[in-house]
């Protein structure tokens, strides 16, 4: 019996070589891996990064604090990104460095402090050419003796209007959980605009 082609050793090595390589390639179309946390450095995300003032300006119809009257509308707080509040007390000016997440840099007196917004997997970022949105959820609370648990829902959008002022929007949703029981909390809901320094 005879074939009507003969092949070489080295034609079936490149042919199980190739019939290998296809075998390895990464499956298209699955949703990334779990552990990968979302980023702000994407190209369709507007690059917001610079010197902005660390006060805002509340929004009309809306309040000029951040969830307790004896805090202030910052930047820091706006965004959730802690800094101590006697550093912040005189100052008023915050550098915004933005990359794969935001970092805040407060300095004053000779002190700085920097601290970077938080994104865990489960967050989710959007983007547009003028305006990120970024949603997080975070969970408080332990298994005994009752399993009560808070869930607070973090919506926060920045849009960047045409002089290159900082519009930031923050709604925060929170509830309580227990075994038997759940305890929603009415929306809290703020909005300030912050301008650019440099």
């Known amino acids: 019996m005879s074939f009507p082609r003969k092949f070489s050793l080295t ?3 490149t042919f199980g070589l190739f019939v290998l390589l296809q075998g390895c390639q990464a499956p298209t179309g699955l949703p990334p891996s779990a552990n990968l946390k979302p980023s702000l450095a994407a190209p369709e995300c507007p690059k ?19 969830r307790n009257r004896n805090s202030k509308l910052t930047l820091n707080a706006m965004l959730g990104v802690a800094a101590p509040a006697d550093l912040l007390q005189d100052a008023v000016r915050v550098e915004l460095l933005h990359d794969d997440t935001l970092e805040l840099v407060n300095r004053h007196d000779g002190a700085i402090t920097a601290h970077q917004l938080d994104l865990q997997p489960e967050d989710r970022v959007t983007c547009n050419r003028n305006h990120i949105t970024i949603h997080r959820t975070r969970f408080e609370g332990g298994e005994d003796p009752e399993p009560l648990r808070n869930i607070s829902n973090i919506a926060q959008e920045l849009t960047v209007e045409g002089d290159g002022t900082l519009l930031v929007r923050t709604r925060i949703t929170n509830e309580s959980k227990s075994a038997f029981f759940s305890t929603p909390v009415p929306q809290e809901e703020y909005a300030a605009r912050f301008k650019r320094l440099d």
């Not at 990064?49 to 000029?64: R, S, T």
Request: hydrophobic share 40%; glycine share 18%; net charge negative.
């Open 11 to 13: 034609t079936v090595s």
């Open 48 to 66: 917001i990064g610079g010197i902005y003032e660390l006060n805002g300006e509340a929004l009309p119809g809306m309040v000029d604090f951040y």
